[in-house]
C-alpha cells in the first residue's frame, strides 16, 4: 500500500492564485515528520518545509504552509500568491520513527505549472 | 561551495562500462543516501549509509554499489551500466541531531545509457 499518495500529477494555475497540493499518508507510528521538497526544472531537490506529527501548529514558511490534518492523515501544502517561479515538481515525504533506522519515504510527486 | 556536491552532473556511457558517481558533503552529518529519480516519478532508494562501517541497501540495489570512503564521502557505482539505469541520481546527507530529521541533497546528476 502506498504510504504517501499525491493525487494531482500534474496542475495549471494562474499566476498571483494561492495553490494547494494534496498529501496523504499511512503509518500507524505516532511520531512522524512530514516534508514538502521543490525540485526545479534544473533537478536540484529544494527543501521547502516540515511539520512534526506532534506540532500544535500548522508549519509556515513565508509563502509556505502546510495545511495538516492529523485525523485525517492529510499534509497539504498551500502556496500564497504564486509566482511563475513556483513552477515546478513539489515532493511530499513521510519519516517514520524517531529510532536511528527511520527513512524518509516519497510521493510520485505533482508538476505545478503556474500561468502568466 | 555546495554542502553536497555531486561529481559528475552529467554523463554519457555506453551500455557494458563502469561508471564512478562522487559524492562528498561539508555539512559533517554521518547518514548519506543515493536515490534514483525516473522522469516523473519520485525517488527510489538505491543505498544508504549511517556511517563508515554501516552499509545498507535500499529498495533498487542490484546493479550498484557503493564506498564510503570517509564520512563526507560516497559513491556510487554501476559495474555494467545497462540503458534502463539511465535517470537523475542524487546523493543526499541526513543528521539526527536537532530533531529535524530531514535530508540535504546534491544538485544530482545525469545519467545517460546508450
Not at chain 2, 546523493?91 to 545519467?111: I, V, W
Amino acid at each position: 500500500a502506498q504510504k504517501i499518495t499525491q493525487t494531482q500529477p500534474g496542475m495549471f494555475v494562474q499566476e498571483k492564485e494561492a495553490v494547494t497540493l494534496d498529501c496523504t499518508y499511512d503509518t500507524s507510528d505516532p511520531s512522524y515528520g512530514l516534508f514538502w521538497y521543490k525540485q526545479p526544472s534544473s533537478g536540484e531537490m529544494i527543501f521547502l518545509i516540515y511539520q512534526g506529527s506532534y506540532d500544535q501548529q500548522n508549519a509556515t514558511e513565508g509563502r509556505y504552509s502546510l495545511n495538516f490534518q492529523k485525523a485525517r492523515k492529510s499534509a497539504n501544502l498551500v502556496i500564497s500568491a504564486s509566482q511563475l517561479g513556483d513552477s515546478a515538481m513539489y515532493f511530499c515525504a513521510m519519516r517514520e520513527g524517531r529510532g536511528s533506522n527511520y527513512q524518509l519515504i516519497w510521493g510520485a510527486g505533482t508538476k505545478l505549472i503556474i500561468k502568466p | 561551495d555546495a554542502d553536497v556536491t555531486q561529481t559528475p552532473r552529467n554523463r554519457i556511457t555506453k551500455t557494458g562500462k563502469r561508471i564512478m558517481l562522487e559524492c562528498s558533503q561539508t555539512k559533517g552529518h554521518d547518514r548519506m543516501y543515493w536515490y534514483r529519480q525516473d522522469p516523473g516519478l519520485g525517488l527510489r532508494l538505491i543505498y544508504y549509509s549511517f556511517d563508515v562501517k554501516d552499509i545498507n541497501k535500499g529498495e533498487i540495489s542490484d546493479g550498484y554499489s557503493v564506498s564510503r570512503q570517509a564520512q563526507a564521502k560516497f559513491s556510487l557505482s554501476l559495474e555494467s551500466a545497462i540503458p534502463n539505469q539511465t535517470a537523475l541520481y542524487f546523493c543526499a546527507t541526513s543528521d539526527l541531531r536537532g530533531g529535524y530529521y530531514g535530508y540535504t541533497f546534491g544538485s544530482g546528476t545525469r545519467l545517460t545509457v546508450v
